[in-house]
Structure formats: C-alpha cells, structure tokens
C-alpha cells in the first residue's frame, strides 16, 4: 500500500471518530474524498497531497503535505473556523495509525480562510505536514 493512501485513510479514521469533529460537523461527520452532489454543509474534504522523498543514508522515509478543506454555507465564518479549529486539534501531533508505516510527526502548518466567488460559501484549508517510515 502506498505510503499517501495509508496515510489518508488514517486522517478519515481519525477525523471520524473525534468527538470534537462530530460537535462540529455533525455525527457522523461529513468527511469526503470527493463529496456526492448536493452534501449538506458543513462538510470535510480530504484533499491534494504531495509525497516527497525523505530518505537518510540508512533509512527510508516519505515526507506528505497534506491539505484538508471545510466548506460552509453557514453565516459569516465562525463555522468554518470552528470545525478548522477541531480538525487541527485532532490532527495536530497525532499519533495516526498508518497501515505499514511508522507516522514519526504530523503537524499543523496554516489556515487560509477565503469566501468563495458565490458570496455564501466559506473555504478553509489547513495545511499539513506528515513524516513517515516503512514498517519493517
């Protein structure tokens, strides 16, 4: 299994079982690869990643850069940040199961919140960043 995929279904394990999320984005939460048509809001999307090598000298390793969206149709930005806020808390120094591989750090780099071209839709998108190695 490749090190991006495992890494994903463990954010989608962890984010739908927080408790904290569910507060926020409803039980079960709204969590998505690619949302179905018509999704109420708010709703997750764990989104583009990219995987770099992180190789030493006597260890493999794979560096992520993962981005995961909020989008809410709520007034102004409070819910959007309130479920930004519960995705990082959840997500930020987590200790992820990823199938395969040792998760050695995920951290939390920024938030953009944006309101996109329809005027009633907010956007947040937090950035992260993973380390793993291969389990041997």
């Known amino acids: 299994m490749s ?10 394990a962890t984010l739908c079982s927080s408790d904290e999320i569910k507060d926020v984005a409803g039980d079960p939460p709204r969590i998505f690869d690619t949302p179905p048509r018509g999704t109420p809001f708010p709703y997750i999307v764990i989104g583009d990643d990219t995987e770099s090598d992180w190789s030493t000298a006597t260890e ?24 930004a806020d519960a995705v990082r808390d959840t997500l930020d120094g987590a200790e992820l ?40």
Do not use: C, M, N, Y
């Open 60 to 83: 493999a390793g794979s560096e992520h850069a993962v981005v995961i969206h909020i989008w809410s149709r709520a007034d102004g930005h409070r819910e959007a940040k309130l479920v």
């Open 97 to 136: 199961a990823v199938t395969g591989q040792a998760l050695i750090d995920i951290r939390h780099l920024e938030t953009a919140f944006t309101r996109e071209s329809d005027g009633e839709t907010i956007h947040a998108a937090l950035r992260f960043r993973a380390v793993l190695e291969p389990q041997t």
């Open 3 to 12: 090190a991006s995929w495992a890494l994903q279904q463990a954010i989608f």
